[in-house]
């Protein structure tokens, strides 16, 4: 009987996105996020944080929709520029490069691309059904947590951050902790009294987290690629029905990597804080693993498009099931969006699916139909969106500085809010510079009240004592997941140490 | 490479400090209402202070690399740097008079004068054409008013 009820959701869902509002809006949706993935230094994050001011005017359901659309085009484009230009369009597609660029030199772009294309839509449309199931069961479960089993989840969050995140642990967890710190920065949630603002009244209404999020990823990306300066070549291509068909026929005997893919992608997506890109660099380490030839990676091999490509794609659907269900974002662009919830007026959580049924069924319904009309989109205008990487740095840049201020200023049409802008792309091109992860801070950013109100009501239910996180048995099993987590990089470096010093052994 | 680690985290460390004067104003421990509202901003800044002073021990024992001799930002760089930082900061501190529209204008004209050194036609037209279609999107459809700056206020509304 439940899942009857799910299709009957799912059809009323498909009714809410096929409005031709809603299906201008995924249009509109993904040509603005193709155009931001195919573009380097203008990320998925910082392009939905961008949007998000225009969407306060439109409904909640439509809005949703609108980022979601981006954040799928953008997924989509990234691998344009990584296979034409051997530049990752996005993050999540640097994986695709390794054995993209090799294709597209040996004269095959266009398997290369139709390669990436279809693997991203598999990926996704197997993920949006998983989504689609897992979801309701996950909201029902998620209605009986009380705060202990909240702040477990959260624990579990920032500590997938720390175990699989990559790069140094103690910067990853001091960018959460950092990201922590500044979400007091305001009003104490629970008592009500100002705090952590010097006596500001600016500083009252809190640290805005789109601000910080538009600088760190926006800013910041610029300063990176300026001083590097910028040079895109590329490769020019056209996809005719003849690479495509033959492309297609390759298909089936990638099955395993596409099936392994996609349940990886999907579950690294739905772990709090971990969005495509590490889905995507781990999904190709395997990939090359199980290959039978794995010397032929990074020479050209079409599996090593398909597998990254299907993860990425497979983990930004999965990113959103927490989001929806829990209130937590999967990844820092699921993160902004969720910022955008509170902005709708609408309390993120497993509420959601009882008092706002067209809200998140017809964001269901829209991921099947985005990624239906995304991937014919891309397959048709691969020209056209390349042709976008034309454009002279000289404009860009000083575009993409103008979009971001106007970006900052909207969300709270403070004026001061520029400067928090300047200076976080400043502090976030030092520390990308450093190596610290700016992701880790911004979900912090996001989940500071969260966690903060968990934590301390849990210790009120609990008299002060933290025997309350070891007698709940959910909240034990999450904390003890997220404990391991946090252990992972010190058992790696202990197992590293003990065997013969094998250099870039992880890499891949 | 390695004095610039070292500075980022004695940099951290004198923001927590910063915050933890802060979060001691308020009350850190046990109170009637369960923790405190200082309680959570407190043990925050003290592990970001031990996470700092571990990332500098272990930039310490790092062993030394070509990587970590070299400057922090390539000497080539600055120039370039400065040239999307420099005018950013002027833009701003006169945004009560210019605006977004006219500060992009200007914002935009000036980078692909000085930096992209296009030709003056083409910067004339995305200069004028970029921030009038921005005006259309944001001031006339979305109703999203954005600072305008006293000089277009002047001009389009007589004030």
């Given at each position: ?10 059809l009323?869902?498909l009714?809410v996105?096929?409005t031709?509002?809603n ?11 193709t ?10 994050t910082?392009?939905?944080?961008l949007?998000?001011?225009?969407t306060f ?8 929709i ?11 484009g ?5 296979i034409?230009f ?7 597609s640097?994986a ?9 030199k040996?004269g095959?772009?266009?398997v290369a691309?139709t390669?990436?294309f ?7 449309l ?14 029902e ?11 477990a989840?959260l ?5 997938t951050f720390?175990?699989?995140g990559?790069?140094s642990?103690?910067k990853?967890?001091?960018m ?13 949630i ?10 500001l ?9 789109i ?8 800013l910041g ?10 040079r895109?070549e ?5 996809l ?11 298909f089936p005997?990638y099955t395993?990597?596409i099936?392994r893919?996609t349940i990886l992608?999907f579950w690294?997506g739905?772990?709090p804080?971990t ?5 995507s660099?781990m999904?190709?380490?395997l ?5 039978k ?8 091999e079409v ?5 990254p ?14 989001m929806?269900t829990?209130?937590i974002?999967g990844?820092?662009?699921?993160a ?6 509170f902005?709708?007026?609408?309390n993120?959580?497993?509420?959601l699916?009882?008092t706002q049924?067209?809200?998140?069924w017809?964001?269901i ?5 985005a990624?239906v ?24 840049a000083p ?10 200023y909207a969300t ?12 976080s ?6 520390f ?9 801070l ?5 989940l500071?009240?969260?966690?903060e109100?968990?934590?301390?009501q849990s ?6 004592s ?5 007698t ?9 997941a997220?404990l391991f987590?946090f ?11 003990g ?7 992880s890499?891949? | ?9 004695l940099?951290?460390?004198v923001?927590?400090?910063v915050l ?6 308020l009350?850190v421990?046990?109170t009637?209402?369960?923790p405190?509202?200082g ?20 930039s ?5 690399t070509p990587?970590?001799?070299a400057p922090f930002i390539?000497a080539?760089?600055?120039k370039?740097l ?7 900061v002027a ?10 529209y006219?500060g992009?204008?200007v914002?935009l004209a000036?980078?692909?004068?000085l930096?992209g ?5 083409l ?12 005006f ?17 206020e002047?001009?389009?509304y007589?004030?």
């Amino acid at each position: 009987m439940p899942l009857l009820g799910v299709f009957n959701d799912l059809l009323f869902g498909l009714g809410v996105a096929l409005t031709p509002v809603n299906m201008t809006i995924v249009i509109v949706g993904l040509i603005l996020g193709t155009a931001i993935g195919v573009l380097p230094g203008l990320g998925g994050t910082n392009g939905v944080a961008l949007l998000l001011p225009l969407t306060f005017t439109l409904q909640p359901t439509s809005a949703i929709i609108l980022l979601a659309s981006v954040y799928w085009g953008a997924i989509f484009g990234g691998a344009i520029t990584s296979i034409l230009f051997n530049i990752p369009g996005e993050p999540w597609s640097v994986a695709t490069t390794f054995d993209g660029h090799p294709l597209a030199k040996q004269g095959k772009p266009g398997v290369a691309l139709t390669a990436a294309f279809t693997s991203s839509f598999i990926g996704a449309l197997v993920a949006i059904i998983l989504f689609t199931f897992f979801a309701p069961p996950l909201a029902e479960l998620a209605l009986r947590f009380g705060p202990p089993e909240n702040f477990a989840v959260l624990f579990l969050a920032f500590a997938t951050f720390a175990g699989l995140g990559g790069g140094s642990p103690t910067k990853t967890i001091l960018m959460t902790l950092l990201g922590l710190l500044l979400s007091t920065v305001g009003f104490d949630i629970i008592t009500g009294q100002p705090r952590m603002n010097f006596g500001l009244v600016s500083l009252q209404s809190g640290v805005n987290f789109i601000v910080i999020a538009i600088g760190l990823f926006g800013l910041g990306e610029i300063f990176l690629t300026v001083e590097e300066g910028l040079r895109l070549e590329g490769i020019r291509a056209r996809l005719g029905f003849r690479d495509v068909w033959e492309t297609w026929k390759l298909f089936p005997r990638y099955t395993a990597t596409i099936i392994r893919s996609t349940i990886l992608g999907f579950w690294v997506g739905v772990l709090p804080g971990t969005g495509a890109t590490p889905a995507s660099f781990m999904s190709y380490g395997l990939a090359k693993q199980f290959s039978k030839h794995p010397e032929r990676f990074g020479q050209g091999e079409v599996e090593g498009v398909i597998a990254p490509e299907t993860a990425a794609h497979a983990a930004g659907i999965g990113a959103l099931l927490p989001m929806v269900t829990l209130g937590i974002p999967g990844s820092p662009t699921a993160a902004v969006m969720l910022a955008g919830f509170f902005i709708w007026g609408l309390n993120p959580g497993p509420l959601l699916f009882q008092t706002q049924r067209d809200f998140v069924w017809g964001l269901i319904g829209s991921m099947y139909i985005a990624n239906v009309i995304g991937v014919i989109m891309v397959l048709t205008l691969v020209p056209v969106f390349a042709a976008i990487n034309r454009i002279p740095f000289g404009i860009l840049a000083p575009l993409i500085v103008i979009m971001s201020s106007i970006g900052a200023y909207a969300t709270n049409n403070q004026i001061l809010d520029l400067w928090f802008m300047l200076g976080s792309g400043v502090a976030g091109y030092l520390f990308k510079k450093l190596g610290y992860p700016l992701a880790p801070l911004v979900v912090a950013l996001v989940l500071g009240d969260m966690t903060e109100q968990a934590l301390r009501q849990s210790l009120i239910m609990g008299q002060g004592s933290l025997a309350i996180f070891v007698t709940r048995p959910i909240t034990a099993g999450f904390l003890a997941a997220g404990l391991f987590l946090f252990l992972l990089p010190a058992l790696r470096a202990l197992r590293r140490r003990g065997r013969a010093p094998r250099p870039a052994e992880s890499e891949a | 490479m390695r004095r610039a680690e070292t500075l980022m985290a004695l940099a951290l460390v004198v923001g927590a400090g910063v915050l933890l004067r802060e979060a001691l104003r308020l009350s850190v421990r046990w109170t009637s209402a369960g923790p405190g509202a200082g309680f959570f901003p407190f043990w925050l800044t003290l592990g970001v202070v031990a996470c700092a002073v571990l990332v500098w021990l272990q930039s310490l024992r790092a062993p030394a690399t070509p990587e970590g001799a070299a400057p922090f930002i390539p000497a080539g760089a600055w120039k370039s740097l400065l040239a999307v930082f420099l005018p950013m900061v002027a833009i701003l501190a006169a945004i009560s008079y210019l605006g977004i529209y006219l500060g992009g204008a200007v914002y935009l004209a000036g980078y692909m004068w000085l930096v992209g050194r296009h030709r003056w036609q083409l910067i004339v037209a995305v200069s004028a054409l970029v921030p009038l279609t921005l005006f259309f999107i944001f001031e006339r459809w979305f109703l999203l008013p954005l600072p305008m700056g006293v000089i277009l206020e002047y001009f389009l509304y007589g004030r």
